[in-house]
DNA sequence: GCGCGCGATTTGTGATCACATGACCCCATG
DNA sequence: CATGGGGTCATGTGATCACAAATCGCGCGC
């Protein structure tokens, strides 16, 4: 009796929906206010539109897209205030994620750290705003997944998820010199065990960006 | 030029389905580990599998329900460590939200959870385990909407959601015989505009709750 | 030249159907 | 009586269709 070689062949289609627009709009590939329409993103990934629906129902309930009243998709356009909000809550959870990863993280996670940083630096000097995004979501998710606590990671993927269109528009327009501060500060805590110092490194790292664009 | 004197006469099958299914799940009326099939689902709000599929499929994303392999949705049963990660989020949301509402919370607000409260009490000697749920999310609700952080209370429903099933199993082998002590603590320190006060007892009224489910 | 209204087209919603897969149950067999 | 196999049924997935509403554009009238 041989088990089959693989055992999940079909990955299901609208959960590859679900996932590449997922990691378009976490990245910032799509601007804020760009409509989504069910035929264009069936016809795009060439299925028909019933698992295009489920994908977008899905990513609205997440809020990475807003429903407008007769019931059409589009990025978010984020006011000030909601903007605020959602660094706050940026501040609230990653900076409880990084306190619990602090204990554990070990040597090998800090090295890990280091490197994407270093590549972070490379996607600065190349002026790719996009692949900055990305990399800097992994720095952040590569150390809150040492905190062992999936539901709080889920939720500041989440408030990652509604900020990514507009930070798409914010990195577009400012012009990145340097390469990020306050992830050396965060290694730098990391390394010495010091939590305080961890805490206010991760709120500095978070705010930091959204600031500017509030000013 | 005459305006339509209904605005929105169809509230559109699969939100209603939704409203419906998320309130039942947050009130705790289902039970931990209940499936629910597309076909039942249908068949009990007569609707069609197509707006059954988009609730289901939205209240999977929120966490309200646990998707298996082959697909199957069912009520989650969480252990305990996800409790106790759930439990931390209520707290580090649910004071965030007490603290920015307590500069806006003027005597109306504070009469209103007064008599929320009474309300309550009178749930508990009712042994009436659905409606203390409900009346006690009242109360913390009615409390953060002067917070006015949409996004924050969002993510807090949203954990409400997750534990809903729970909360049920819990409340319903607890005997009760205590109305709400720390919703007491909660409005002190709203009268005396004390933070520090107000923070620490929504932290106790949240935690305590869940600590006696881990025992 | 500008605004308004009407019509064609786009778009979301919901129903129905065909298909594949996984679950469950009953019975035969050791 | 326990156990395994086979078949039936239940269930999720995706496609297609009909329909209604909203949107956009074009042309007419002022």
Known sequence: M????RPDPA???HDRLYRGLR???????????????????????EVSMTPAREALRRLVAE???????????????????????LAALRSLLEVELASRALPRAHLALIDRLQSINARIAEDVTRRDAIAYIRRNLEFHRTLYLRAQAPAMLAMAETVWLQLGPTMRALYGRVRHKEPPHFHRLIIAALK??????????????????LRMLLG
Chains 1, 2 share one sequence.
Do not use: C, K
């Open 2 to 5: 041989l088990i089959s070689p």
């Open 11 to 13: 990955p299901a289609a």
């Open 23 to 45: 990691a378009r709009i976490m990245h910032g590939e799509i601007a804020p206010g760009q409509a989504l329409t069910l035929r264009g993103i069936a016809a795009e990934y």
């Open 63 to 85: 809020g990475a897209l807003t429903l407008s009243s007769s019931g059409r998709v589009a990025t978010p356009e984020l006011g000030n205030d909601r903007i605020e909000e």
């Open 192 to 209: 010495a065990g010091d939590e305080p110092g961890l805490r206010l490194a991760v709120r500095s790292d978070v705010t930091q960006g």
